[in-house]
């Protein structure tokens, strides 16, 4: 993914209102380094999936653990229709606050 590509870094970190160190920093990548990923340098994969899942997603990824990874995992894949119905009212209550 280059700033150029559906997602433009560059302008989310902007309506974000954060400058490159804070921006980047949440996701482990230095100032530096996020100033040429918004140049057009390529993006590696775990870092789109990072920058999409805090500054996209509005995930605060040091609050996740891999218990409640497995945990969706197992319950999407074991009762599918409740894990919908969760997911569901998850979405609005986060809604409602």
């Known amino acids: 993914m280059k700033a150029t590509d559906s997602l433009d870094v560059r302008e989310i970190r902007r309506k974000l209102g954060l400058n490159q160190s804070q921006f980047w920093s949440k996701i482990g990548v230095t100032q530096s380094g996020g100033s040429r990923y918004e140049s057009g340098r390529n993006?590696?994969?775990?870092?789109?999936?990072?920058l999409r899942l805090v500054h996209i997603e509005q995930i605060d990824i040091n609050k996740v653990k891999r218990d409640d990874v497995d945990v969706a995992e197992y319950l999407k894949t074991t009762n599918p229709e409740l894990y919908k119905t969760l997911k569901k009212e998850a979405r609005a209550k986060k809604k409602d606050r």
């Open 43 to 50: 993006i590696p994969r775990p870092v789109q999936a990072l």
